[in-house]
């Protein structure tokens, strides 16, 4: 179901302007008809939502999850590891380039390009193929801003400040970005920048929030991004562009974590220190060519090769990391070291869509997608492979048809992708450590892992119907495949028995997951709502599996299934304006524990590492003349977990929050943001920290009340 032009549509937040469903073209849908045409579940945060969600979080991630109910609450940390939509891992992309690193995932994917260049982010929900390997949840497709529409000079500058609710010193933080376009007859130009320095958090109760020195912070980093996109009119319908970017975080590495204790309820905090190593990082670099011509044989066609780069740097422990220790190299417990994913992918898609000639009311599509990652995780401080160089090819072939029957009433659509994937592994040899246990840190001995090509395919099937009897009334009902590898670096390191061939290892077969919904909307008067109801299932589906003491995650391979429900209710009030927007989101999860044995049979629920919370959305948003105001409330459920295997202890206590921003357009002068998050100051344990681990070096607050003003100039 096309939810519309902005994420208010979800019941969410508000954007200052809206278009209808027949005029919005999705390009993560990989079609140029409109969302009211395909019987998807689909958002589009516009421009003016985003910026104003990014002026209360800071991120397009946390954008997202603010604006999304079945999304789960964002860490507030950099690594964004157990972050789910519908349940499942959602698929970051940039202008539809892949932003993940599947093959070893360091849940980086949510940080690699600053919000002041992303113009919108279109939201697919549920597993589909429609990009590829990914999406099982989803795709979180960032689309940049594009070419300038007038000739001569244009551009935009951002400055922006924020602060703790107690000021601290250490807590200030900033911004700068600029973008300048340039555009003359058949060529045009954009190019800008952006730098933020962030302050360190504080929660509720004027406490530092404490840092995840392994997994990555987003508090007390520097960023910067760069961006350029050039363009050259071919003809009327023809475009040749050239889309770059490359951004950075880095911590500073100026404070250490102080432990936590969950039985007295007291959270991780941190003090001024000299954390050992590289501080966490992450770096992402990407170069997309694009050829495209929305008339080309009485068709659209498009065409994009591209090249992604990214080098994520995670802290390193010695305490916490017996995994890394070798006696061979240092006595057991002083050995340091830190891991470094190293990802490189090329690739190109290529797709052609048109009504059939002589039967109108069907519109084809044709396409092909080829996709190379070369992926590796190195320990850097002495030079040892934890994941072993790994590389992956995917080439498939897809055909969509969407026919189109009672004058539009009536629509059916569906197709078919064939995906094939080869994924190569040379013989290795595991870390000293890798057979660790959890409670005996002197078991240590490597095995050598024999490597292969191991090869698989699937056709990956999709198919809806939609039902508009009056305009503005719909209902569909739809099924998806989705298909993804599942973290074969998690998988590969932590092998610990000798004799293991990867050609026929099942754990690293892809993970084939579906995705079944119903829905229906009503768009009439004064009235925006939907309801959707889903359920996906796979055999071999992926969770994530705290290793006790070590903040690392390992995976199993086994049966999951997730149902839910998503309702959302718009109301445009009779001041000229205001609207009131309601959003609900339930989601249930299950997966069949018997790891040894498995029988298919689900029969605990799915934690908090890989299911979000139900939650309720509510909002009320002004937007008039040159004054766009926003108060938001979510609420996020107890939940208890059930189960032979459920975690004792790692229930859900729930929470509430409430963020508030308000915007003034002076005309000449620019535009001024006041943005409040956590607009109440509430304390609280957030919902990762809460249901996912015992560790008093993780066990961490949620942000208190913070401040953005920010200074917006268009020119």
């Known amino acids: 179901m096309a939810h519309g032009a902005e994420a208010a549509q979800s019941g969410n937040a508000p954007a200052s302007s809206r278009a209808d469903n027949a005029d919005i073209v999705v390009t993560a849908a990989r079609t140029a008809l409109p969302a009211n045409a395909l019987p998807l579940t689909i958002d589009v945060v516009t421009k003016d939502a985003l910026d104003q969600q990014i002026a209360i979080s800071g991120s397009v991630t946390d954008a997202v999850s603010n604006l999304t109910p079945s999304f789960s609450p964002t860490r507030q940390k950099l690594s964004g590891a157990g972050e789910t939509l519908r349940g499942r891992s959602p698929l970051y992309a940039i202008n539809g380039i892949p932003q993940s690193t599947p093959l070893r995932d360091g849940s980086r994917d949510g940080f690699t390009i600053d919000g ?109 991004s760069l961006f350029a996109r050039f363009g050259y009119a071919l003809s009327d319908t023809a475009r040749l562009d050239l889309i770059a970017s490359r951004y950075e975080m880095e911590g500073y590495g100026r404070y250490v974590a102080v432990r936590g204790d969950r039985a007295k309820d007291l959270p991780t905090s941190a003090v001024r220190g000299d954390p050992p190593g590289k501080s966490a990082a992450n770096r992402t670099e990407s170069v997309a060519l694009s050829l495209t011509d929305t008339d080309l044989g009485g068709g659209n066609f498009v065409s994009q090769v591209f090249f992604n780069r990214s080098r994520d740097t995670f802290g390193g422990e010695v305490q916490t990391q017996p995994t890394f220790q070798d006696p061979s190299l240092a006595p057991l417990g002083t050995l340091f070291d830190q891991s470094q994913n190293r990802s490189r992918k090329l690739g190109f898609k290529i797709s052609y869509e048109r009504s059939v000639p002589g039967f109108e009311a069907l519109t084809a599509t044709l396409g092909f997608d080829a996709l190379f990652d070369k992926t590796e995780q190195r320990l850097i401080a002495t030079n040892r492979y934890w994941v072993p160089p790994t590389d992956f090819r995917s080439l498939a072939p897809f055909a969509q048809l969407n026919l189109k029957l009672f004058d539009g009433k009536v629509r059916l659509a569906g197709g078919a992708r064939w995906e094939n994937v080869q994924i190569k592994v040379d013989d290795y040899h595991t870390l000293a450590s890798t057979t660790y246990n959890g409670t005996n840190p ?210 859900f206590g729930g929470y509430s929050l409430t963020d508030a921003s308000i915007r003034y357009d002076t005309g000449s002068f620019g535009a001024v943001n006041l943005a409040v998050q956590n607009l109440f100051n509430k304390d609280y344990i957030d919902y990762n920290s809460q249901t996912r681990t015992y560790d008093a070096l993780s066990y961490f607050a949620g942000r208190g009340r913070s401040f953005t003003l920010g200074w917006d100039y268009r020119f």
Request: proline letters at 3%; aromatic letters at 10%; glycine letters at 14%.
């Open 116 to 224: 002041f260049f992303v113009d919108r982010v279109e939201l697919i929900y549920g597993s589909n193929a429609l990009q590829g390997i990914g999406g099982t949840g989803g795709i979180v497709n960032q689309v940049t801003v594009g070419a300038p529409k007038e000739e001569g000079i244009s551009g935009r500058v951002l400055l922006q400040g924020s602060a703790d609710n107690g000021f601290h010193d250490s807590g200030m933080g900033g911004k700068v970005a600029g973008l300048v376009q340039y555009k003359a007859g058949d060529f045009d130009a954009t190019v800008g920048a952006a730098f933020e320095k962030r302050g360190t958090f504080y929660d509720g109760d004027g406490r530092r929030i404490g840092l995840n020195l392994t997994q990555g912070e987003t508090q007390d980093s520097k960023s910067f």
């Open 442 to 651: 002197a078991t240590f001995g490597g095995v050598d892992v024999a490597g292969g090509k191991p090869k698989f395919s699937d056709v990956l099937l999709n198919g809806g119907v939609i039902f508009e009897p009056w305009q503005g009334v719909r209902a569909y009902a739809s099924y998806a495949e989705g298909f993804t590898a599942p973290d074969i670096g998690r998988i590969t390191r932590a092998i610990g028995k000798a004799g293991v061939d990867l050609d026929n290892y099942l754990d690293i077969s892809p993970i084939i997951s579906n995705n079944r919904e119903i829905g229906i909307e009503l768009k009439r008067g004064i009235f925006d709502a939907s309801a959707t109801y889903f359920w996906s299932s796979s055999d071999k589906g992926q969770l994530l599996i705290e290793r006790p003491g070590e903040r690392i995650f390992d995976v199993q391979r086994q049966r999951v299934e997730i149902h839910g429900l998503e309702l959302n209710l718009g109301i445009r009030l009779p001041v000229e304006g205001l609207k009131a927007n309601v959003g609900y989101a339930m989601i249930r999860g299950k997966y069949d524990s018997d790891s040894s044995a498995p029988d298919g049979k689900v029969d605990t629920d799915l934690d908090g590492t890989n299911i979000s919370p139900d939650r309720l959305n509510l909002s009320l948003a002004y937007n008039h003349g040159r004054v766009s105001a926003l108060v938001q409330h979510q609420v996020y459920f107890e939940r208890e977990f059930h189960g032979k295997r459920a975690a004792v202890g790692r229930d």
